[in-house]
């Protein structure tokens, strides 16, 4: 029996064929594969500048920079999110800090971020960055976190990596209508993939520069930004300190090619959703809830078990499931009850909704190419465990 994972990549004949083309090109890396991918993700989202690097970790750690965090710089995030987007503001430095998330929607919650900012402001410890996480792909509540930004003085990095495709009031998620930077992950369980990668997309030239700067060891060759004059052709500067984080021409050939059935990967993950919410509103769990301003990309679909109405466990259900050959996963464990974080200080009960979270959620197979026959497996049985 093999095992149906929660997630994978759908790669085609003509994904293929692209990353093949390349091969046989002048151009592994730093050729015309990369801007080609960054012009298609910067189109699609509706947004001005695109940057391309090796993961969206790597985005994270750039966006950080590039909005100058540092020691002695706050930043706040999700507890419900992959350990990443917490990381990125401790390799800069600075101090991580987390926000309770929306009961319904398991985001961050707008409700306890302003809580936590007015309590802030007394104790004079505001943070400078906010880092919403677009979990399973459904848009945080991003005009009112924008207007708290205004209001508090906090930038925005928007990590939307299980999101390209969704929108968010009827536009793109990416278009930065209301953060400083949103970065996407193509790790093959994503929405697309190219293989390891990740953008940062934004509409402020500056922030641009200062990432594509960073991606390339902080080396530039544009004399207009050279400290002085050019000692000949060969001559180059590096006038920050910056790392190697470039997307190759082979990884972008294949997210340029995924790019171009985007709209498919997302409606055929809508008509998985779809059946998963007809089948299992009869069993006792919660379906995950979608805002009526977000049209998600649904990266996860996530349950909740109805501790109340099951005999069962949470760990039971996992355990059997997996025997049974179905991939559930949990997505995720709080950042801060990882031990890393632990030891910076945090404690259990930092966040009460995130912990009820953890103790209920489980994730579904999810992708494109999952077929009926298989879904109606991982509902059997489902429906059989929950019954134990
Ligand atoms: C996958 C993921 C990341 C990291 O992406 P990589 O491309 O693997 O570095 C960051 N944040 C979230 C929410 C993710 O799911």
Known sequence: MTMIPYGRQDVSEA????????????????GPAVPAFESAVAAHCGVQHAVAVNSATSALHLACLALGVGPGFRVWTSPITFVASANCALYCGAQIDFVDIDPRTYNLS?????????????????PHVVIPV???????????????????????????????????????????????ITVFSFHPVKIITTGEGGMA????SQLA???????????TRDTGEMT???????????????????????QAALGLSQMKRLNEFIAQRHAIFRRYDEWLSRMPVVLPWQHPDSYSG?????????????RTTHRAVFESMRAAGIGVNLHYIPVY????????????????????????????????????????????????????
């Open 134 to 180: 677009h979990l399973c792909g459904q848009s945080c509540e991003m005009a009112r976190i924008h207007e708290l930004g205004r209001q508090y003085g906090f930038k925005i990095i928007e990590d939307a990596s299980h999101a390209i495709g969704g929108t968010y009031r009827s536009e793109p998620i990416g278009s930065c209508r209301y953060s400083d």
């Open 228 to 250: 002085r004059e050019s000692d000949g052709p060969w001559y180059y500067q590096q006038i920050t300190l910056g790392f190697n984080y470039r997307m190759t021409d082979l």
């Open 298 to 310: 649904l990266h996860l679909y996530v349950i909740r078990l109805k501790r109340n109405e099951i």
């Open 209 to 219: 520069k200062q990432m594509q700067l960073l991606r390339s060891h902080g080396i």
């Open 110 to 126: 707008v409700a306890c971020l302003e809580a936590k900012l007015a309590q802030a402001e007394k104790a004079g410890c505001l």
């Open 201 to 204: 997309v934004t509409n402020d």
């Open 15 to 30: 994904d293929i064929q692209a990353v093949v083309d390349v091969l046989r090109s002048d151009f592994l890396t730093q």
């Open 337 to 388: 009850r990882q031990p890393y974080y632990e030891g910076l200080g945090f404690n259990a009960g930092h966040c009460p909704e995130a912990e009820r979270y953890y103790a209920e959620a489980i994730s579904l197979p999810m992708y494109p190419g999952l077929t009926e026959a298989e879904q109606d497996r991982v509902l059997n049985v489902l429906d059989k465990t929950l019954q134990e």
